[in-house]
T-cell receptor, first 113, second 113 residues
Framework: DAGITQSPRHKVTETGTPVTLRCHQTENHRYMYWYRQDPGHGLRLIHYSYGVKDTDKGEVSDGYSVSRSKTEDFLLTLESATSSQTSVYFC????????????FGPGTRLTVT | RKEVEQDPGPFNVPEGATVAFNCTYSNSASQSFFWYRQDCRKEPKLLMSVYSSGNEDGRFTAQLNRASQYISLLIRDSKLSDSATYLCVVNLYSGAGSYQLTFGKGTKLSVIP
């Protein structure tokens, strides 16, 4: 299995509070991604990173920000959580570019009440 | 037209049956094709890559038809452990020489004793 961990694995938070999810990899892969997965929508890309301090938006980036200060860590922040952000969040990594094979972390189940 | 389309299922099949999943993609410039498997409440994991000449891995056979922009996955002699959601994944050309890995919404398979 690819060396990817996510923390926390489960979180319940209240509307309006900030939340940060962490993705950590030990594979030294350049590319890292954050997805959310919801019933009926499949996996949707939130943000991705193509190197330290290099990030870009995906298709559902509104309400989310990311940071990557080290190769191994990619943080996803919900500045002010809303109930619509209740979802399962997956981090992924790839060695090549955005079109390359991706390996996923175990996921974080976030509930915003 | 959706970029990567799959029949959502569910497919309910008895043990030992043969089942086929189909997937169509929108962009003829796509270069790489994969099938991922996702167990309930788990992360997606690579099942197999799909090559132009077709490829087989044990009970699993993947085929690609570039002219029709169509991918298939055949599972022979279904096992209870094959119960999962199968995701069709394509690296779609997104312009300016870039590709983006794009996931179908998945087809759910339940193998029944």
């Amino acid at each position: 299995d690819a060396g990817i961990t996510q923390s926390p694995r489960h979180k319940v938070t209240e509307t309006g509070t900030p939340v940060t999810l962490r993705c950590h990899q030990t594979e030294n892969h350049r590319y890292m991604y954050w997805y959310r997965q919801d019933p009926g929508h499949g996996l949707r890309l939130i943000h991705y990173s193509y190197g330290v301090k290099d990030t870009d938006k995906g298709e559902v980036s509104d309400g989310y920000s990311v940071s990557r200060s080290k190769t191994e860590d990619f943080l996803l922040t919900l500045e002010s959580a809303t109930s619509s952000q209740t979802s399962v969040y997956f981090c992924a990594i790839s060695h090549g570019g955005q079109g390359a094979l991706q390996y996923f972390g175990p996921g974080t189940r976030l509930t915003v009440t | 037209r959706k970029e990567v389309e799959q029949d959502p299922g569910p497919f309910n099949v008895p043990e030992g049956a043969t089942v086929a999943f189909n997937c169509t993609y929108s962009n003829s410039a796509s270069q790489s094709f994969f099938w991922y498997r996702q167990d309930c409440r788990k992360e997606p994991k690579l099942l197999m890559s799909v090559y132009s000449s077709g490829n087989e891995d044990g009970r699993f056979t993947a085929q690609l038809n570039r002219a029709s922009q169509y991918i298939s996955l055949l599972i022979r002699d279904s096992k209870l452990s094959d119960s999962a959601t199968y995701l069709c994944v394509v690296n779609l050309y997104s312009g300016a020489g870039s590709y983006q890995l794009t996931f179908g919404k998945g087809t759910k398979l339940s193998v029944i004793p």
